[in-house]
């Protein structure tokens, strides 16, 4: 059995797609492309898909990740290709790789993500944040299925930085507008309870009294290891191409890699 760890994003109007609609729309595309899916057993089988931490309804991402089983083996590349034609535009499959180590989850330790604060002027945004930085904790609440919970939303975050709009990834196509706009570049860790972005923007209204005017466009840009050393997250793919790379198996038939 094959397994294969793929990257894909949610792009555009499509960040508004919830998890269980990509569930859908991915496993029609798995049926497009006509992947040999390995299946669970049991009076139900399922394809074998692995989802790991997927990003909340309404947010974009540059960085989800999955894991498939296959019964018969095909190039990453060329499947992800397959792949990323039969999605529509916005869910695009953007890497994949042959799974030579476990615990993908294990590796998604801290995500990097990106608020666009429409309305915002760049001073009053880097007054907050300075605020937040400084502070030894900060307290937000969220309702959850038990009522109401209280929370630190300050020590997950590893680092919370403002930037200019042509340094970020947003651009100014994305929203085009006459008013100020500052943005966040925020690296926070994944804890219990998980703190979200929006988490923050509650942190940073508790201790500066930031309130956008308009609600914040939020991307996750990356997800992956976090080193402590460099303050930076790394590429969760990067010990399978290491793997691949030390230690390369045959490639696919020709006739397997084409009937994908």
């Not at 669970?40 to 931490?53: E, I, L």
Request: glycine share 4%; proline share 7%.
């Amino acid at each position: 059995m094959q397994r294969i760890r793929l990257r894909y994003t949610k792009r555009g109007r499509l960040r508004f797609t919830s998890h269980r609609d990509f569930q859908r729309a991915f496993e029609r595309a798995l049926r497009r492309a006509e992947v040999p899916m390995a299946y669970s057993a049991g009076f139900t089988p399922h394809p074998k898909v692995s989802y790991a931490n997927a990003a909340p309804t309404g947010t974009g991402s540059e960085a989800e990740y999955l894991e498939i089983a296959l019964t018969a083996p095909r190039d990453p590349e060329q499947l992800r290709a397959l792949l990323d034609e039969s999605l529509p535009t916005g869910l695009d499959i953007t890497d994949a790789v042959e799974a030579r180590t476990s615990g993908l989850a294990d590796r998604l330790t801290a995500s990097v993500w990106e608020l666009r604060l429409d309305g915002v002027p760049v001073e009053e945004a880097r007054r907050a944040a300075d605020a937040f930085n400084a502070a030894e904790t900060v307290e937000v609440q969220r309702l959850a299925k038990n009522g109401v919970r209280t929370f630190d939303a300050r020590a997950a975050v590893a680092s919370l930085e403002v930037r200019e709009l042509e340094e970020t990834h947003s651009s100014q196509a994305d929203r085009p507008t006459d008013q100020p706009c500052a943005i966040l570049r925020l690296v926070v860790r994944h804890v219990t309870p998980a703190v979200r972005p929006d988490d923050v923007l509650s942190g940073l209204r508790a201790v500066a009294d930031l309130a956008p005017p308009v609600p914040a466009a939020v991307t996750r840009l990356a997800q992956g290891l976090f080193d402590a050393e460099t303050g930076t997250v790394t590429d969760p793919l990067a010990p399978d191409r290491e793997a691949a790379e030390a230690h390369p198996t045959a490639e696919p038939t020709a006739t397997a890699t084409a009937s994908a």
